[in-house]
Each structure stands twice: as C-alpha cells, then as structure tokens.
C-alpha cells in the first residue's frame, strides 16, 4: 500500500518522494488536485520493445497519483514515435516502420497496464497515432503550427543545443514533435479533461508548449509538472543507447538480474531510490534509512529496495526466485535449481566454452573440461589446482582428479559452473 490518506495532496505527496522538480504554478496545481479528481497523462515512446528503469520513473508517479484517488492517462506515442524526440539527444533517431512500432507498442501497454493497473476502469491507455494519423498537413499547420513561434522554438536548449553545438544539426520532422506533442495534450484536454501532463525534466519545453497551446486552443486551465531525470550517483545512466538498459520485459531483464542491479546500487543512491522506485511508506523508509546509517555493512536498505522494486515489475514470483538465486550464488551451498538465464547474468563476463552434448553420455574427465573451459593451460596445470583444493564444481569443492562429469552435473538446463581460487570462474556449456 501507499503512505498515503485521502487528504494527503497529491502535490506534496510526489515532491516529499523526489518526483517534483519544476511546476508551472505550483500553487493552483496543489488547489487543483485538492478540490477535485485530477485525470494526468505522461507519454511513452515506442522506441524499443520494452520500457527501462528509467520509464519506471514516470510510471511510479503516475501510479501514486492514482493510489490518491486521481485518473491516469498512458499515452503510447505511435504517432510522435513515428517521428521521434529531439530532446537533449547527439543525433536524429532512426526511424522505425509501422510493423516494429506495433511490436514496440503492445510490449510497453502490458507494462504500463501491469504497474498502474489500467483495467480497472479507473484510468486509460491511449495512443496519439488515433488522432493525429488523419489531420492533415493543411489543418494542423492552420490550426496548431499558427500558435508556435519560430524563435521560441529555436530558443529552447534541446534544440539549440543541437543547432550550435553538433554538426548534424536537427530535421524539419524532429523540430516538429514539440508540436505534436503540445497538441496531444490540447486533444487529451478536450475529450478526456486531462489537467496536468507531467514527464522527465528534458520534457518541460514541449510541456509548457501544451500548456500554451491548450489554453490558446480552448481556454483551459492545464498544469505541468516535471520530475528530475535520474541517474545514478555513480555517473551510470538509465539507458538504452549504451546497451545497459536494465529493462521491465523478464524476457530482456530475468528477475535476477534486476534484483541484482538494484541490491548493487551505491549507498549514496539507495534512500533516494527507495521512495521512487518502490510503494514502502515514507516512516517506513526513514526506519530503514536509520538502520542503513547505524550498519551500512548489513545492507537493510539495499535488500528491501531490490526486494519491493522486484516486486512492482516481476511480481511475488519474482521476488522469490531472484532471492533464492542470490542466497545460492552467494553462499556456500551447491548450485542447484538454477536456469540457464539466471547463470548467464550472475556469470555473464566469465569466460565461457560450448561443448558437443553427446560427449556427456560416456562422462568426460573433469581436467579436459577445465582446459577446454580456460580454467588451466593443460590438464597438467588442472590436476596440481584440484589436488590444492582450488577448484570447485558448481560450488562443490572438488578433491579428485579422476572426476568424471555427466547430464547429471548440469546446474542449468545446460551449464556446468567451475570456480578457481576465490573469485575466477569459468562455464561449460553442452548444447
């Protein structure tokens, strides 16, 4: 549940947990979410087939506001994702056709209706494409583009940075999604009486640009809001376009692996991270924080943000699989009951060998799979390493040089794990 009453206002409810860093009235925002039920919208892009954790961010806070007694919106942007946002990027995103959006568009409505629960009829999950694919050139220039101002746009520093600082300059389509978007909210405003459209810092021009173009458009009262984009204190970024994106699909992220990246967050980042990313009450993080502060070693605060922000995306299931992987590869017992996707993300930068299946029916030497693995330069240098006691078989210290390994030594659906020393390991896969 929320930390949260009825009468707690909205607005001081995402500022005490980090989600609020500007407003564009503050005050009449805090009236409005006190004086009636406020319907909000934060847009998603469909650039990949699945959100990240930084998505997970926006949806967080879009789901305390519902836990408050306010209606969601969930834009999925096929149409502005046809175009793509310019804001604070290097260079123009590649284009995606209608095919790959579609995939890209039913993976992010499934993770968004998961965590806010859309389908309880208390919120919606719309797609701009059912506006904007039919407005033609002529009318949207007419009736949108007349209430931009050229110079404003320019002004604005996603862009100009990208007009005085980077040789590839922006497109006309690129320049054009602030439109698109500004005019997303002024449709939303129409048909669903959307109020507040609230994004990641790098949104506050296009949002302001909504609001400008809603009130121009139909007189309405709008409000925006924006959240600081989060990253790590360690410099790491919540992103795709470096490949280590920590993503909410299990089929890109197992439960492991995002049980993991957060238990290894840095201690200056877990209180923080703690009221955004999961629904423990703000006393209940404070209690936590104090444990954190009197044994830092004990790592209180690291195990309930992976094990509550588990939960939110991969469910009780999750949570149990992903600390029961952890308990067995980070202690003294055997591995067992491990799959192949929970070894390759504990394992994934340990040297790793594929080896033929059938040379398991007969049973192969322990000492030629170490060699072929990399575990040894010859099966010389193996035999003196398991007479030491240095080598270790899925965990399981290994104190004859005669062994012989089959099937039944597979941890995985396929993979064997050997450890020399403390910390140098090696996988064997049969296939």
Known sequence: MSDTTPTDNALDVLAARGFVQDVTDADALRELFATEQVSYYVGFDPTAPSLHIGHLVGIMAMAHLKRLGHRPIALAGGATGRIGDPSFRDSERELLDDDALEV???GIRAQLDRI??????DGL????HDWIKDLSALAFLRDVGKHFSVNQMIARDS????LTEREQGISYTEFSYQLLQAY????????????LQAGGSDQWGNIVAGVDLTRRLHGGEVHGLVWPLVTRSDGRKFSKSDGTAIWLDPDQTSAYAYYQWFVNVPDADVVRFLKLFTFLPLDEIAQIAEAHEADPTGRVAHRALAREATRIVHGDDGVASAEAATSVLFGEQAFAGLSDAVLSDAFG?????????????EGLGLLEVMTEAGASKSNGEARRLVDQGAVRLNNVV???AQRRVTADDL???????LRVGKKRYFLARFV
């Not at 999950?125 to 701009?128: A, G, K, Q, S, Y």
């Not at 997303?184 to 109020?195: M, N, P, S, T």
């Not at 040297?351 to 299946?357: G, N, T």
């Open 104 to 106: 890209n568009l039913a």
């Open 116 to 121: 806010i629960e859309l389908d309880d009829g």
């Open 125 to 128: 999950l719309v797609d701009n």
């Open 159 to 162: 862009v100009k940075k990208r």
């Open 184 to 195: 997303d909210f002024a449709v939303l405003y129409e048909r669903e009486g959307c109020r």
């Open 349 to 361: 930068e340990a040297p790793s060998v594929a080896l033929p299946r059938t040379r398991l029916e």
């Open 398 to 400: 290994v104190d004859d």
């Open 411 to 417: 941890v995985g659906e396929t993979t064997m794990v």
